[in-house]
């Protein structure tokens, strides 16, 4: 009752202060009606005051036209010649003067002539000169324009402020005549605006709509007439948005005043009006209205405090007794919620519910004011557990027995709980069921932990790893079934035993002190164990163990699995083979090899002994790969390793480091003769024949030998001196052996400087070009030039090609060098072409591996047209050797080329080993003789018999000859006796710059 009574309290409160606060809401809706509605009729009263206004103005403005239209028409073209004006001065002016008196607003109206002079007026005023007034010049200047205003001046006439009119008249052929004004007197229109009723705060203005200046205002405001509004202001805006009328609420610019305004812009003419209501005046009624209205609202607020009192202390008396009680009940809540329990009632026969705040959270239902239905309750029950739910209740109410349920809940997101329920039915004295009273329990997290307890039970026992769990005495209490698949033993045959009845006797006392050690220290341990099977097989196995310790800290259980790593070692030891030797052959690859090698080394340092290392490079592999496939090469490599295996002890290391390279260490050599021995034995059984799917292959070997500790203190320097001492056979013609000296490791270090320094030249721009003239053995005069490159060592000088074109050769760097001599040596001949010298050849060196690229005609071809030179300027010279590595490719670069016109050259011709049948077939044009047989002339050898043929043989081919090195006079006589047709060399001039060559062509080339 007294939670009743102040539930009352509090709606009675709600009430009073919904009243009050309706009251409030009623009297502000009214004050805001009034607002509006005064506003509304200030925005009515502006655009009807602002519609006659400018109605009055449109049609002032049509009459003023219509008579300034009707007097050009009536004046004649000859009254407009300043000598006649005389004569028609009295007819017009009195035409002029009963216009003036027809319309109250004009104060005179004038007759100007082309000249700007008035030559007739009405209204008073002097014959002046108007040229510079805008009323004037503007439809002077422009034909197209009708009538004109002028801004506000003062009147010559009258003194008072005046807008004038004014139109063009213009003769029969549209000549300019003169211009007819009226002088418009802007107090008519002031007296107009007096009689408009805008309050004493109103305003009335007419401005400018091209220009935004005002034209006239009432109430007078002299020091704003012809001033422009600015950029920004509403009115602008709103016109620049092309609407021509409306209602708009700003600040006047004149005098500050707040007004709502309406607009309307004339349709034919250069103004629009404004008619504004000041706010002040607007709201003084509303004002008014609005006191009467507070002043009524304060009386009434009054009486309602009055009220508010008397009530607030009864509600106080209320109040104390409804706070005993909802302690009380908060209580009951807080003990309900830690005990997660909520308690209900269910209303029979209505199946109405009445339950606690603890129900509702369970249930995650939206907590009821007092009753809530039944089935809604039912609803949250899992849909198989709810004709359960429902049938045990009614079970009980007619067994007239307590019930207890558990069952499952389905929350709105999905989720599953669990509640025990227990509930009893109360009946009346006839044995009616009145209600049934009952609890709900939340026994989620007992249910999710028991059924976690069922499931880690069911994990152990069904795990694919073998589990056993021990006692604080290292007894077994509990294993698994993987334990007994894996070691054979029941659970009933381990159980009660220490765990050591499976160990295989190989873990020793270490290893066992230190499994305990970790155990203690750390409460885990892992490793490796062998254990017994029961059938006696011993087998290695990766185990973990775990502590388990009670709240104390005491041991409570050890808790290990294990899994059967036998496939795991079987693995390794396969992986172990892989990662010490060679895929392909099965020899030691280059790690084991280096292992070997140090152990070897460490011996020899030991026993005083040596150690060699042969370090071997198939010959000519490259080209049976690259010819028959790789799987040939393959099978070739296999048998290779095989001999070399053969060919040494069981005692020495054979390895492969890749591709075609294989490494063998000797140890316990006594002297150098017994390397050179097993050398000798490689070279003869590797280069032996080998019979491969049908093949008969041949190759062999270059070896180079390194001994320790002549050749170097460790493994690292011994193979660096064994792979010089091998590039060194290489060099020697292959299939050979040779023994590492000093020298040896001098060359190398120097190629690799000279590698590592080329690879920066070009970038760094180092090279250059000298050129060697080519003479004509008959005239003397220079027909061309051979195009030589030179390295500008930034540390050793000017270097010959000699130095490096070997190194970028075999590097690659071949490639980009031969394209910058390419571009280099056209762009010289292009300057040499500017300063005037012409009529000769540029000779270009070719490589193998310019060859070997298809794109070179395409580099020829965009060369030419980038420096604008002719196929005939240029000649390409290629030596026997490179014409006869891929002579059918060749012959095929060199159509393309000499279909372009590009002149062809056999270079170092002799040297090598040409077939006089692709010799044929070159389309060449130049034979150059090497200058190995032009230096034996004259001494007595065969050099002059090869020259004699050579010359004959060219000849005969219809091929000019050119002879290289011919540095005496005696060699130059004999080979003009034999017809060479060119000759270069130092007798004429060594290799110069541009500069410099340029001086010698010019000296020999001018008659």
Known sequence: MPEQNARSGYHLWFALISLVGGGFVLLAFVLWSAYQSVWSEARDVAISQSELVEARLDSTLRRVEATLDDLAARISSEAYDAAGRERFRRRIETDLERARHV??????????????????????????????????????????????????????????????????????????????????????????????????????????SDLHTLVVRYPPWTQEINRPLDAEHTVVKHLQRGERHGVLDFVAQADGVRRIYGLRVLERYPFYV???????????????????VLLLGSALFGGMIVVVVALYRSQQREHSVAQALRLKDERLTSAQRIAQMGSWEVELPGMRVRCSEELFRIFELPQAAEWSKYQDFLAQVHPDDRETVDRVLHDSIASRQP????????????????????????????????RVIGTSQDVTGQHEMTSRMLLLASAVQYSGEAILMTDAENRIVEVN?????????????????????????????????????????????????????????????????????????????????????????????????????????????????????????????????KVALLFIDLDRFKVINDTLGHHIGDLLLIEVARRLELCVRDSDVVARLGGDEFVIMLTGVAQSSAVATVAEKLVFNIGCSYQIEGFDLYTSPSIGIAIYPTDGPDGETLM???????????????????????????????????ENSLRQALANQEFRLHYQPVIDVLSGRVRGVEALVRWQHPEQGLLSPMRFIGVAEE?????????????????????????????????????????????????????????????????????????????????????????????????????GYSSLSYLHMFPISHLKLDRSFVEEIGNGTDGSVICDATIGLAHSLGLKVVAEGVETQAQLDYLQQLRCDMVQGYLFSRPLPANEVLDVIRQRNTP
């Open 811 to 911: 590097t690659g760097l071949i490639q980009p060098l031969g394209e910058w001599v390419i571009w280099e040596a056209c762009r010289q001949l292009a300057e040499f072409k500017v300063a005037g010298v012409t009529d000769f050849r540029m000779a270009i060196n070719i490589s193998a591996v310019q060859m070997r690229n298809g794109n070179l005609p395409l580099l020829v071809r965009g060369v030419m047209e980038a420096y604008d030179l002719k196929p005939a300027d240029l000649m390409f010279e290629i030596t026997e050797s490179v014409a006869m590595e891929q002579p059918t490719e060749t012959v095929r670069i060199l159509d393309l080329l000499n279909a372009m016109g590009v002149c062809i050259a056999i270079d170092d011709f002799g040297t």
């Open 720 to 754: 660096k001196n064994a792979d010089a001492a091998m590039y060194h056979a290489k060099m020697a013609g292959r299939n050979n052996f040779q023994f590492f000296d000093q020298k040896m490791n001098d060359a190398a270090v120097d190629r690799l400087k000279i």
């Open 103 to 208: 319309f109250p607003e004009v104060a005179g109206f004038r007759v100007i002539d082309a000249r700007g002079d008035v030559l007739y007026r009405s209204g008073g005023g002097e014959y002046v000169n108007l040229a510079d007034r805008s009323y004037f010049t503007e439809p002077k200047i422009n034909p197209d324009v009708g009538m004109v205003f002028s801004e506000v001046i003062t009147s010559r006439i009258t003194g008072r402020p005046t807008i004038v009119a004014a139109r063009a008249v213009r003769g029969p052929g549209g000549g300019f005549l003169g211009v007819i004004s009226a002088a418009i007197e802007l107090e008519y229109f002031e007296s107009l605006f007096r009689s408009v009723r805008l309050g004493e705060n109103g305003a009335i203005a007419v401005r400018r």
């Open 481 to 609: 079934q993987a334990f007994t698949r894996l070691t054979g033993y029941e659970a009933s045959e381990a159980i009660g035993r220490n765990p050591s009845f499976l160990s295989a006797g190989r873990t020793t006392r270490q290893e066992y002190a230190q499994l305990w050690s970790s155990l203690a220290e750390h409460d885990f341990w892992q490793g490796e164990i062998w254990d017994r099977r029961k059938d006696g097989a011993v087998y290695p196995k990766w185990m973990s163990i775990s502590v388990i310790r009670d709240d104390d800290g005491g041991v409570r259980y050890y808790v290990a699995h294990f899994t059967d790593i036998s496939s795991e070692r079987a693995a390794e030891e396969r992986l172990h083979h892989i990662a010490h030797h060679d895929v392909l052959t099965g020899l030691f690859n280059r790690f084991s090899l280096k292992g070997h090698l140090d152990q070897a080394l460490a011996a020899a340092r030991r026993d005083a002994t």
């Open 274 to 292: 404004l008619i504004g209501l000041a706010e002040k005046d607007v709201m003084a009624g509303w004002r008014a209205r609005s006191l009467l």
């Open 403 to 434: 019930a207890t349920l558990k069952h499952r809940l389905v929350m709105p997101d999905g989720r599953i709980k669990f509640v025990l329920e227990f509930c009893e039915a109360e009946y009346g004295e006839d044995g009616t069921p009145l």
